[in-house]
């Protein structure tokens, strides 16, 4: 308890907030709500070898919450001197993603779902903030959680002109619940969603699900680190509990 309220305690001051009154909680989906972030990886490696490009599996995961046009023009403007047009960035992705959804379909995370009911019985909305552009996983939560996430409360790689670590995501994910920056928590995985949501002055809670090191999303600003989404569900109610003192 001492941990969180002191982290708690360090937000509210940094931000000029007096306190922290919980509405919704912003999350991430890749390596959050989904196991899919080595699929993501392994997609990504491959599909850039069949362009003549390199994007190494471990370096896919320090892109995660980009927008597939930022990582590609990324590996082009260092490995082929340019950044792509409309055309080619769409082919690329379209071969990522043909590759992503003939691997193992990624399981939802566990713990994820516990903490989405445990939410809504609480009265707390989750809201869904991802870059991702699969149709084929955002088909799935409905799948796996239904009735949690409803498509005015979600935002994707289609709504928004600026990716992770832009905070444009985490900002527009605050305007469609109709809430101010001290009423959402943000659940991240990746360095630059982490950054996202520092930026849009969010707590933001990050969950390392992947290999990096913990010292990296917490360099990114994280207030608060678990290691999985079952612990942060374990954990969850003392958590809140340092938000309402």
């Known amino acids: 308890m001492y941990m969180f309220k002191d982290k708690v305690k360090k937000y509210l001051t940094t931000h000029n907030h007096t306190t922290l009154d919980l509405k919704a909680v912003l999350f991430d989906m890749d390596g959050v709500l989904f196991d899919s972030m080595k699929n993501h990886a392994e997609a990504w490696n491959q599909a850039m070898k069949v362009y003549g490009m ?21 590996v082009s403007k260092r490995e082929r001197g340019y950044e792509v047009d409309d055309e080619e960035a769409s082919r690329i992705y379209q071969t ?7 691997l ?22 989750p809201v869904l903030v991802t870059g991702s552009g699969q149709r084929s996983l955002l088909d799935k939560l ?5 009735n949690v996430f ?6 994707t790689a289609y709504d928004v002109q600026y990716g992770k670590p832009n905070p444009e995501p985490y900002l527009m994910g605050l305007k469609k619940a109709g809430i101010e920056a001290n009423q ?33 999303l917490l360099d990114e600003g994280a207030d608060v680190l678990f290691h999985s989404m079952q612990e942060l569900y ?6 809140k509990a340092s938000f309402e003192e």
Do not use: C
Request: proline content about 7%; aromatic content about 6%; glycine content about 8%.
């Open 150 to 155: 409803h498509q005015n409360l979600m935002v």
């Open 184 to 216: 959402a928590v943000v659940v991240e995985n990746a360095p630059l969603g982490v950054r996202a949501g520092v930026a849009a002055g969010i707590f933001t809670i990050a969950v390392n699900t992947g290999p990096l090191p913990d010292h990296v």
């Open 54 to 74: 390199t994007l190494s599996r471990e370096e896919a995961y320090m892109h995660e919450g980009r927008t597939g046009k930022a990582t590609i023009n990324i």
């Open 104 to 125: 193992p379909k990624a399981e939802p995370m566990p713990g994820a779902g516990d903490l989405l009911h445990h939410l809504m019985d609480t009265n707390i909305t």
């Open 96 to 102: 990522k993603s043909d590759i992503f959804n003939n």
């Open 234 to 239: 374990e954990h969850w109610d003392e958590l």
């Open 142 to 146: 409905n799948h796996y959680y239904p």
